[in-house]
């Protein structure tokens, strides 16, 4: 089922306030568009941050970045403990299973947080000063209309409360790394934390990246934690689980990421009950 929550307002252009010139990437000033070819001197004059395009999509995609996504097993973990995975063939399910469902609405969150940062981050003194001004505000409203998006989207309690967790981490983390009004803003709209996709948008956004590249890391991100842990649990061959990652259809999942009244709303019933099983196991390798 594709489309707004129930009973939410539609996260669209109009709905967050996006002057219609800045609702798409493809409409940003060919100096925050491109991936590459823009010197650091170019990006200072222009207002990006010093690192853009390919590089922030680099580092927001590391495992080694220092939010704390290497605590989670994206429900891996106990599906290890419940024998659903016990092999790269299991694994190799389980990771098309996630990025068709968790990831396809993970990366569409992230487009959509991306393109409205783009909007909202320009670096002016009325929308900088906390609590002030009107687009501050708009902005602040934007960001919890966006979040209630992806809270409807993620049945679980558990996941709700591990997506959380990742967001506020990466959150700290990008505003010691990209300082931006967007990120400032989120944070003051969702203190508790945005959820994860909201925030890897964000923090895309201030690393200089694009929607399109903020939608593959927040795809990518999505089954790298659960490959990671079935390695450590189950001792898989790592070669073997690069391969399985390698060979996952990312494109498919970001490539419809352009209309924000038709957010997904893929579930995944079996990652929920993972989700509540694994915070119910007294003996825990992994947060989730």
Request: charged fraction near 15%; charge should be negative; proline fraction near 8%.
């Amino acid at each position: 089922m594709d489309g707004p929550a129930t009973g939410a307002p539609a996260v669209n252009g109009a709905t967050l306030g996006l002057p219609p010139t800045q609702t798409a990437a493809s409409e940003m000033p060919p100096t925050q568009t491109a991936a590459s070819g823009v010197s650091p001197t170019q990006a200072a004059a222009s207002g990006m941050p010093p690192t853009h395009g390919l590089a922030g999509l680099l580092l927001l995609a590391d495992s080694r970045l220092p939010a704390g996504g290497h605590a989670h097993s994206g429900g891996a973990e106990e599906a290890c403990r419940t024998g659903a995975i016990s092999g790269p063939g299991d694994l190799a399910r389980f990771l098309r299973g996630r990025l068709a469902t968790a990831g396809r609405v993970a990366a569409a969150l992230a487009w959509s947080a991306c393109a409205a940062a783009q909007a909202f981050g320009r670096p002016d003194k009325e929308f900088q000063e906390p609590g002030t001004g009107g687009q501050a505000r708009e902005a602040e409203t934007a960001w919890r209309l966006l979040d209630a998006e992806a809270d409807a989207r993620i049945a679980s309690p558990a996941q709700r409360l591990a997506g959380r967790t990742q967001g506020r981490l990466l959150i700290r983390t990008a505003r010691r790394i990209w300082p931006s009004p967007a990120l400032e803003t989120l944070a003051r709209a969702v203190p508790d934390g945005a959820h994860h996709p909201i925030a890897l948008g964000v923090a895309a956004q201030a690393a200089g990246c694009t929607p399109d590249q903020a939608a593959m890391a927040a795809a990518y991100t999505s089954v790298t934690g659960a490959a990671t842990a079935a390695v450590r649990l189950l001792g898989l061959d790592p070669v073997t689980v690069h391969r399985l990652l390698a060979e996952l259809p990312y494109d498919s999942v970001i490539a419809e990421q352009h209309d924000w009244s038709a957010l997904p709303a893929h579930a995944a019933p079996a990652l929920d009950l993972l989700a509540e099983q694994h915070l119910r196991t007294e003996v825990r390798l992994f947060v989730s």
